[in-house]
């Protein structure tokens, strides 16, 4: 699908208010639960319980999704923010041409 340029304006809002990373799981095995914290702090970002729809090893997986999250969300708010800009400047060269018959295939 397609984001519109308020939707990423809200991402990038949302990685702005949380805490400041980059953040670590831990108890990414069999333990009873997992937390994320700042790396480097004692500051607690989530603790992840293990219940009857989540094992132990599930609510590791996630502790590490979300702790992977505050570097990756802004790395792929810059990515699309930076194809966004290529594919603006590749529309403006190509916009001479895009009605002319050498694109057209054959």
């Given at each position: 699908g397609t984001m519109s340029n308020d939707e990423l304006?809200?991402?990038?809002a949302r990685v702005d208010a949380a805490t400041p990373g980059p953040w670590?799981?831990?108890g990414r095995d069999l333990e009873?639960?997992?937390s994320v914290w700042v790396t480097g702090a004692a500051i607690l970002i989530c603790d992840l319980l293990p219940n009857a729809l989540r094992?132990?090893?599930?609510?590791?997986?996630?502790a590490a999704f979300i702790a992977h999250a505050r570097?990756?969300?802004?790395?792929?708010?810059?990515?699309v923010?930076?194809?966004?800009a290529e594919n603006d400047r590749l529309r403006g060269v190509a916009a001479p041409y895009y009605h002319s018959e050498e694109l057209k295939g054959p």
């Open positions: 304006l809200a991402i990038a670590e799981a831990e009873a639960e997992a094992s132990a090893e599930q609510a590791g997986m996630d570097q990756d969300v802004p790395a792929l708010v810059a990515l923010r930076r194809l966004q």
